[in-house]
């Protein structure tokens, strides 16, 4: 079994398990939980885009880095 399905249906028996509501709100929650995780990957992915424009010598920065980088592995 893949490890993220295990994860997955492990996070989904402890949400119906643990979560004080009603059935069908248990079901929901347990089902949906992956989306919390993703939505703060998310969150952090456009705070750093975002920090590229906001502050032109960190997105320097990370530009030459970057560059230094792509030339190195090439």
Do not use: E, K, Q
Request: proline share 5%.
């Amino acid at each position: 079994m893949n490890l993220g399905l295990l994860v997955y249906v492990v996070g989904v028996v402890w949400g119906l398990l643990r979560i004080d509501a009603r059935p069908f709100a248990r079901f929901v929650l347990a089902v949906l939980w992956p989306l919390g995780p993703m939505a703060f990957v998310a969150t952090l992915t456009i705070l750093f885009v975002a920090s590229l424009i906001a502050f032109p010598l960190f997105g320097a920065a990370v530009l030459t880095a970057t560059g230094v980088l792509w030339w190195a592995f090439t």
